[in-house]
């Protein structure tokens, strides 16, 4: 862990949370409806109708006492998921948050609009469509956890894993109950709520995992001069490559795990990614591809700030934060 | 703040979170639905059919390097909200989180079931009923933010409130960003993962705000010998008096703030608290009923955790903790 030891006390000078972004919308039209709060209150009238706020971001922070990091470090999750994703891992391990904490890092873990503390708003007047509520097999196939489709069963004996892999599968139970609902329409709010924090915190280095690395792409793009660095874990989707050229002066890391090439939809996920930081590069933007199979480090899930070797990727990523300049 | 200095830097063992109780219910019959996750993206199909994991609870907790508690504390929130509650004020001040373990009290911070990051769950198929989605003027009308029934307006220069209320209002508008849909139709479920919790932690302290507050009996009297000390923070709903006695070795503190007798729901709910709270005395229970106002301390809404004189009232919630022997 790179000389910060799990289990030493963590020294911060402070900690908290806020709500950012958002807007108020005007509901009207809807009929009064009589509620009953709580068994024995009284039924009262709620008016619906009026000014609601949505789309704001919740995030949550804490401030190393001894900082070392350039600036602060934004911590934004995957899709049907929320900043519990860089927490205490499935099987009870320091997450990200911990780990960067330690290094010294000021972290600041969100929840996308929509999801986890950040709220969400009525369907479908707010929101655009239902949400999807993923069944236990889905993430399981689909993340690389198990050995892709088919490879979940209820019974924990039955489910089948590529040899090797290292998501703590034993804990698997204690993963899905971290899944959120995900409405496929919000992303433009996500993204407003991401620039309005990248306003506020103005410069900060973000690390994004899976769906959260478009909307870092895109919020990025809305503010190159605000963002000093990104890290795309796993990116799922960026924007057109020709858009690249904006964030030339933005130096990013994108990191992939394990088993890509047996799965049936993460070859096409990775070229995608590529594609973009091809075209970064070609732009002279500083681009490094941390493929950790390729660099000797085997078994990484989709999920690998959860894996059981989560610290050793942590180092690799705040290695390379030293080497751009960010950490000292 | 008793000593203890907001500013000063927070030592901290270990934090980190976790998900305690819920259930695993099978999904079926529902079609399959082709989803495109992110523009880019193959379409797949998502089948919602099979195990889901439902009603589990979100808690975060943080460990102080020296404690003083004799047990963990448990914050549990009210309706319609989530574990903002007790972290930073609207106006950006610390809450009872930090004040708490500022202390030397080893706090978890929770989402009630249906709330936050511990997720929601589809309905009407799980939860019965749809949620209700409060307009801004509902909690600043209804939580004695304001002055009552029309006390709010849109344009902040115009909302009323009564003279001394000791809620940051000019920070409404950040409270209200901390809004959680509200199905009405949990109780069960919320109670059971309360439950959960504290055959988890056994034994804890837990202090509880309104709706949390009859949550709070509940589950303590699901479990009498795993609860050190109930603090019913204006506890909005209580179980029916006749139940009191299970709790005659359960202390009970009871907080309540200002403008009662103004409002028109309010003396109601109070009665019904202090109903049970008379019974838990006659059955032989230790019980503090802290009236602020009738102890000088005037102004205070229903969201006294974020009042400005917040700190001033931990002070005293920890008194009575010490009184009872619970914290030195």
Redesign the interface.
Known sequence: MSGVEE?A???????????VG?R?VQ?TGKPI?E????????P?K????????VE?M?V?YFIP?KPRGACPLLLWHG?GL???TW??TPD?R??WV?WFLRQGWAVYNS?AVER??S????FPDIFAGEP???????PYERHRIGAGPGSYD?DPAKRRVWAGNLFPTEAY??F???????F?ST?AAVVAAYTALLDKLDPAVVIAHS?GG?FAIRAAQARPHKVRALVLVET???PPPETAAVLRDVPILAVYGDFIDKDP?WP??RT?GEAFLAAHTAAGGVTTILDLPARGIPGNSHMLMMDRNNGEVAVLVNDWLASIGLYS
């Open positions: 289990g006390p963590i020294q911060l000078a402070e900690m908290g949370s806020f709500h958002g108020t509901i409806r509620v009953q709060f709580w068994p024995g209150d009284m009262i709620v008016d619906p109708n009026g000014t609601h706020q704001q919740y949550q006492a899709g929320t900043g519990v927490e205490t009870g320091e997450g911990n929840d986890g503390r709220g969400w708003a009525m999807v509520f993923l069944p236990n097999a889905n209820d139970e204690a899905s109950r971290q899944f959120a609902p995900r496929l992303d769906q478009q799922a989707g960026a939809r096409r996920i995608i």
